[in-house]
């Protein structure tokens, strides 16, 4: 996911985001304890999405 793509999304859409990709990330470390995920690059690039969506709605609060 690309920042300038977060960066249209207003407050409400970004809340919505990362609920999802935590809700992503609670599946994805689930499927790592029971042996079923292949590519643990998986749950680095969704922590890495959540903080660049966290990011974004931490300059818009100080905007």
Known sequence: MKAR???SMNKTEL???VGELK???FNLR???????L???MV???TK???ARC???LRQQQQN
């Open 5 to 7: 793509e977060l960066q």
């Open 15 to 17: 809340e919505n985001k």
């Open 23 to 25: 809700a992503e990330l």
């Open 30 to 36: 689930f499927q790592l304890a029971t042996g079923q």
């Open 38 to 40: 292949q590519n643990t």
């Open 43 to 45: 749950i680095t690039s």
């Open 48 to 50: 890495r999405d959540i």
């Open 54 to 56: 966290m990011t974004i």
